[in-house]
C-alpha cells in the first residue's frame, strides 16, 4: 500500500489490521473466520457486536477484501490474509469498489437506502466473487429499513454477503439476528492492549515509559481505537521520549506524587497545605473525579501494603505516610471519599464539594481511633494487638482456651468420635447435648439437618438413648424418624426421638440471641465503652464478636 498522505495521519488508519490476524484480542472470532474461509462455509450474513472501537468494522472490510482478493497472481481463492496489490483489493481499499456497498445506518436510516442495496442485490459482483454490503450501527436502522433488509437475507444470492456492525445488539431484531452468524466482541485486555500500543510505538521510532503506555491502556477501556487516539495526542505534546507524567498531563490525570502530598496532609489534618495542592491542582485541570479515584487508588494501595505487611511496591513517600496511618484509619478516609464522590455528583459546584471532602478528611483525622480510645490504659504491647488487628470490642480469647472449652464440652467418647469421625461399638454414646448433636451433623455434612437442628427445635433432654425435643418452628414430616435412623447409625445404639412439651426450652438459636442481648446490655455499662461513648456521642453497641488472633 502505497502513502499517498503526507501529513499526520491517525494511528488507527495507518496501522489499521491489513489481515484478519492483525485484529488483536479477538483470537476467537480470528479463528472461527478464517477457518469458515479455508473451508468455504462462510454464513450469508454476519453481525458483530461489541464496545466502540474493538475492531467490528476493520473485520468487516477485511472480509470484504479476503473474499474477493485474487492474490499478487491473480487466481488465489478467499482468504484471510488478502495480498492487498490486486485490483479488487486495491478497489476495496480506495473505497471504489463496485462490489462492496458500505452503509453507515447511524447517518441513513431511510427505507431508501436499504432499497438501493436491495436492488443491487441481483447485479452480480463485477470484479470479485462476492457482492459484500457492510451495514455499520445497523441498529439505527428504521423498522421499514430492516424489513427490506430482512427480505433480502430471507433468499440471498450465493454471491452476496451481508456484514452487520452494531454497539447495542438488543435495538437488532430478532428475525435479523437469526438469519445471521453473530460474534460478540470483547474489549481487549488492558495488558494486551499496552503491548499493542508498545509495538505502534517502536514502529514510529519513538520511545515509551512501559507505565505510560498502561495508563492509556487503561483510559482506553478495551478501545483499541479509543487506546490508538490517546496515543496520538500523547505523541503530539511529548518531546522526545514518551513518559508516564507526559500521559498523565494528557489524561487530565493529577501525578501521583501530588496525589501522595494531597493525602500526607490529609491525613495530617493540615487543611490549608491540602486545599493549596487542591487548588495547584485543580487549576492545571486535573478531573476532580479522576482525583478522587486516585485517591482511592492510593488507599487501597497502603491498606493492602499494611495488611499484608509487604510493602515492597510502595515508593518511598508513601512508604514515610504508611508509617503513620492505622489499618482503621485507611479504612475511614476510603468511606469518607467513597461517600464523597457521591456529594460530588449531586453537587453543582464540584470543586466546592471537594473542598468539603477534603476539610472533613483532614477534621476526621484529627479524632481519635475508637480502638486507641479503647485501649486506653493498656500496655503498649497490648495496644500494639488491637490497632493491627481491629475488631470492634473483643474479649481476650485466644485458640488454647477455644481449644479446651471444646475439650471440656464434650465427654471422651464423644470427643473422639468427633475425630476419628467414625462410629465403632466403643463409641457407643447413650447421652448426648444439642451441642454435640449438631456438630455431629456438621462433621457428618448433614448440614440441613443441622441447621433445623439449631433454630427449628428445642432440646428438652438427651439421655438413656431417648432425645426429648419441642418443635420451635415447622420441620420436614418425617424429621424424627430421619434424626432417629441417623442417630443410631452415628451412636452404634438404638436412639428414639420424640416430641415433647416444654414452655421453657429453647432453640439452640434462640439462646444464643438471649445471651448476645445479654452481653451487649452488660458491655453498655462496662468502663471502655462509657469512654468511647464520650468521645463519640452518638456511638451505639450493636454487635460483640469474638477475636481469635492467629
Ligand atoms: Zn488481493
Given at each position: 500500500m ?5 501529513s ?10 491489513q ?8 483470537e ?19 453481525v ?31 482468504t484471510g490474509?488478502p ?18 456497498l ?5 447517518s ?11 436492488e ?9 466473487r ?13 423498522k ?16 452476496a454477503?451481508?456484514f ?9 431484531p ?11 466482541l ?21 520511545v ?14 478495551g ?5 490508538l ?15 508516564r ?8 490525570y ?6 501522595i502530598?494531597l ?20 487549576n492545571e ?8 479515584n486516585?485517591m ?26 504508611l ?18 464522590i ?7 459546584n ?8 477534603l476539610?472533613r ?31 470492634t ?5 485466644n ?11 464434650y ?20 447421652e ?35 432425645l ?14 430421619d434424626?432417629?435412623?441417623k442417630?443410631t ?31 451487649l ?19 451505639r453497641?450493636t454487635?460483640?464478636?469474638e477475636?481469635i488472633?492467629?
Open positions: 502505497t502513502d499517498t498522505y503526507t499526520f495521519r491517525p494511528s488507527a488508519l495507518k496501522y489499521r489490521p489481515k484478519l490476524d492483525d485484529i488483536i484480542g479477538q476467537v472470532l480470528v479463528k472461527a473466520l478464517t477457518n469458515s474461509i479455508q473451508n468455504d462455509r462462510l454464513a450469508p450474513a454476519y458483530f457486536t461489541g464496545v466502540r472501537g474493538v475492531g467490528k468494522t476493520s473485520t468487516a472490510r477485511l472480509l470484504a477484501r479476503g473474499l474477493n482478493c485474487l492474490g499478487k497472481d491473480g487466481t488465489s481463492g478467499p490474509s495480498c492487498g496489490v490486486c485490483r479488487p483489493c486495491l478497489d476495496i481499499i480506495q473505497e471504489k469498489s463496485l462490489d462492496v458500505e452503509v453507515d445506518a447511524a441513513q436510516t431511510g427505507v431508501d437506502d436499504v432499497r438501493q442495496l436491495i443491487n442485490v441481483s447485479y452480480k459482483p463485477v470484479h470479485g462476492y457482492k459484500i454490503y457492510i451495514i455499520d450501527e445497523v441498529h439505527m436502522l428504521s421499514s429499513a430492516f424489513n427490506a433488509l430482512l427480505k433480502t437475507l430471507e433468499e440471498p444470492p450465493a454471491y454477503k451481508f452487520l456492525a452494531t454497539t447495542e445488539i438488543d435495538k437488532v430478532v428475525t435479523i439476528l437469526s438469519r445471521s452468524q453473530r460474534f460478540d470483547k474489549r481487549v485486555s488492558v495488558r494486551r492492549l499496552q503491548e499493542y500500543l508498545g509495538q505502534i510505538v517502536e514502529a514510529e521510532g519513538r515509551a515509559e512501559a507505565e505510560g503506555l498502561r495508563l492509556i491502556a487503561e483510559a482506553a477501556e478501545s483499541v481505537r479509543d487506546g487516539s490517546i496515543l496520538d495526542q500523547v505523541f503530539n505534546i511529548a518531546e522526545g521520549d514518551i513518559m507524567s507526559d500521559v498523565e498531563k494528557m489524561l487530565g493529577a501525578r501521583q506524587q501530588d496525589v502530598d493525602m500526607t496532609g490529609a491525613f495530617a489534618g493540615d487543611i490549608q497545605g491540602s486545599l493549596d495542592i487542591f487548588h495547584k491542582l485543580y485541570g486535573i478531573s476532580i473525579l479522576m482525583l478522587t486516585r482511592l487508588h492510593c488507599i487501597h494501595r497502603l491498606s493492602t501494603a499494611k495488611a499484608m505487611q509487604a510493602e515492597g511496591g510502595l515508593l518511598e513517600t508513601e512508604k514515610k505516610l508509617e503513620k496511618l492505622s489499618i482503621p484509619s485507611l479504612t475511614r478516609a476510603w468511606q469518607l471519599i467513597l461517600k464523597g457521591e456529594e460530588i455528583r449531586l453537587s453543582p464540584e470543586a466546592d464539594a471537594m473542598e468539603m471532602i476539610i478528611f483532614c477534621y476526621v483525622s484529627h479524632l481519635p481511633d475508637l480502638i486507641d480510645i479503647a485501649t486506653q490504659g493498656l500496655d503498649s504491647d497490648q495496644k500494639k494487638k488491637s490497632f493491627d488487628h481491629p475488631v470490642v473483643s474479649e481476650s480469647n485458640l488454647q482456651e477455644n481449644k479446651s472449652r471444646a475439650a471440656e464440652k465427654p471422651r467418647d464423644v470427643s473422639q468420635t468427633l475425630n476419628s469421625g467414625e462410629a465403632s461399638k466403643e463409641n457407643r454414646v447413650s448426648i447435648t444439642m451441642e454435640q448433636l449438631v456438630q455431629y451433623a456438621h462433621e457428618n455434612n448433614e448440614v440441613i439437618l443441622a441447621t433445623h437442628l439449631e433454630c427449628s427445635v428445642a432440646f428438652i433432654e438427651g439421655k438413656n438413648l431417648f426429648k425435643l419441642k418443635k420451635v418452628q415447622s420441620v420436614p414430616q418425617g424429621f424424627e424418624r434424626l432417629q435412623k442417630m447409625a452415628w451412636f452404634c445404639a438404638p436412639w428414639v426421638v420424640e416430641w415433647a412439651a416444654d414452655d421453657k426450652a429453647l432453640s439452640l438459636q434462640e439462646s444464643k440471641e438471649q445471651a448476645q442481648k445479654k452481653r446490655k452488660d458491655y453498655q455499662k462496662s468502663d471502655t465503652f462509657v469512654k468511647i461513648k464520650a468521645a463519640f456521642p452518638e456511638a453497641l454487635k460483640i464478636s477475636r488472633d492467629p
